[in-house]
């Protein structure tokens, strides 16, 4: 499945930004990853993908017979200019240091949920959902409403509430991975992937802080 771009289109963030901003957040990541993380066309993606590896910022690598992109050292000094590029083009350095400081109270109610989920065994789990998958419902709506501001300067940041109320919605339905799962698009993949790219996007390393998954 493709997927989905991002409505308002690219904007300042090109599809290179995207496509290297991508493959760091997912790591190790194969192309329909980064065309989600991307939120561009797979068919796009791939295209960038192949000029970025042609150009020494990306590469292939392959690790216990799966395979996916890693930025180069080149590729990571790319990306840190043309971010720094995109809070200039599009003016956003204020709105994304409001945007960040805000996440923080929600980040304390995330780390906090996801925390006491992933406490419980599998047997109590069950009841404990009715508690946890609504406010993981509210968290998503806080989430839109924190990045309507951002996502109007830089579409790309758009993703991240549609994603993570996607995988709320997977959740409620019984696939509880989708809740804090690792390899997928989870709430917990999601949140931080976008913690991440607030605190890149504004020129600053992530402070270490606890991880209920690990990452």
């Known amino acids: 499945m493709n997927a989905r771009p991002a409505s308002g289109g690219t ?3 090109t599809p290179q930004l995207r496509i290297l901003n991508a493959v760091r957040l997912g790591g190790f990541a194969a192309t329909l990853a980064v065309a989600e993380r991307a939120d561009l066309e797979v068919t796009t993606a791939e295209g960038t993908l192949l000029g970025l590896a042609r150009d ?5 690598m392959s690790f216990g017979g799966s395979g996916g992109w890693i930025l180069t050292d080149a590729g990571k000094e ?3 200019a043309l971010l720094a590029e995109e809070r200039r083009t599009a003016g956003a350095h204020a709105v994304l240091e409001s ?3 805000r996440f923080e109270d929600l980040n304390t109610r995330l780390v906090r949920l996801l925390t006491e989920w992933q406490l419980e065994s599998p047997a109590s789990r069950a009841s404990h959902r009715d508690a946890v998958l609504p406010e993981l419902t509210e968290l998503g709506h806080a989430l839109e409403r924190l990045l309507a501001d951002l996502a109007a300067d830089l579409p790309r940041f758009a993703r991240y509430p549609r994603q993570f109320t996607a995988a709320v919605r997977t959740a409620r339905a019984g696939e509880e991975k989708w809740v804090a799962g690792v390899g ?3 709430c917990h993949t999601v949140w931080v992937e ?4 607030l605190l890149c996007s504004l020129g600053r390393a992530r402070t270490p802080q606890p991880d209920p998954g690990g990452r």
């Open 99 to 101: 945007t960040a400081e």
């Open 78 to 80: 790319r990306l840190t």
């Open 11 to 13: 904007g300042p963030s």
């Open 184 to 186: 997928i698009l989870s």
């Open 194 to 197: 976008l913690h991440q790219d």
């Open 56 to 60: 020494a910022l990306i590469e292939r």
